[in-house]
T-cell receptor, first 115, second 113 residues
Framework: DAGITQSPRHKVTETGTPVTLRCHQT?????MYWYRQDPGHGLRLIHY???????DKGEVSDGYSVSRSKTEDFLLTLESATSSQTSVYFC??????????????FGPGTRLTVL | QQQVKQSPQSLIVQKGGISIINCAYE??????FPWYQQFPGKGPALLIA?????SEKKEGRFTISFNKSAKQFSLHIMDSQPGDSATYFC????????????FGKGTHLIIQP
């Protein structure tokens, strides 16, 4: 998994509770991404980061926030989880996200269930 | 609005046959087109990728064909093997201002022995 770990790997939580997912990389890559995967939708971009403290929104960012205080860590927070956020969340990294050589490598995923 | 359309949703191929998965896009700003392979319970793994200045790229049994004028690209898996059974996603980069990838909905490929 290209030096990417995600934690936790599985989580069950209740509607309205805050949840933070962590992505950690050992590759020192500049670009990091959060995607969600749902049946029939493929993967959809939530947020991405192009450096420490530099983040931007993706296609499905509503209800999510992110933070990146260190190169190696990218956190995804659900401030108040809803059942529609039940999904598998994948982190990805890229050495050269700002160019057409954007090879992205994915972590193992976190399966989140919101009851 | 789906920016990358992938077909078929599912595909069954006999061992040794050719598997073909197709994708089409509308956004001419896309500048990088990767294919990912995903096994159950795992993250997507980069398989092969192409840029629009190239019409074909081959790596082992996997080939991408790219038709810029038709805005279509496809993945061909030659001599398909049972170990190729997985879900395959096409993707594109560069549309809409975000720096991530836009994915197709995936193709569930089964190779029958």
């Amino acid at each position: 998994d290209a030096g990417i770990t995600q934690s936790p790997r599985h989580k069950v939580t209740e509607t309205g509770t805050p949840v933070t997912l962590r992505c950690h990389q050992t590759e020192n890559h500049r670009y990091m991404y959060w995607y969600r995967q749902d049946p029939g939708h493929g993967l959809r971009l939530i947020h991405y980061s192009y450096g420490v403290k530099d983040t931007d929104k993706g296609e499905v960012s509503d209800g999510y926030s992110v933070s990146r205080s260190k190169t190696e860590d990218f956190l995804l927070t659900l401030e108040s989880a809803t059942s529609s956020q039940t999904s598998v969340y994948f982190c990805a990294i890229s050495r050269s996200g700002g160019s057409s050589y954007n090879e992205q490598f994915f972590g193992p995923g976190t399966r989140l269930t919101v009851l | 609005q789906q920016q990358v359309k992938q077909s078929p949703q599912s595909l069954i191929v006999q061992k040794g046959g050719i598997s073909i998965i197709n994708c089409a896009y509308e956004n001419t700003a896309f500048d990088y087109f990767p294919w990912y392979q995903q096994f159950p319970g795992k993250g997507p793994a980069l398989l092969i990728a192409i840029r629009p200045d190239v019409s074909e790229k081959k790596e082992g049994r996997f080939t991408i064909s790219f038709n810029k004028s038709a805005k279509q690209f496809s993945l061909h898996i030659m001599d398909s093997q049972p170990g190729d059974s997985a879900t395959y996603f096409c993707a594109a980069r560069g549309g809409g201002g975000a720096d991530g990838l836009t994915f197709g909905k995936g193709t569930h490929l089964i190779i029958q022995p």
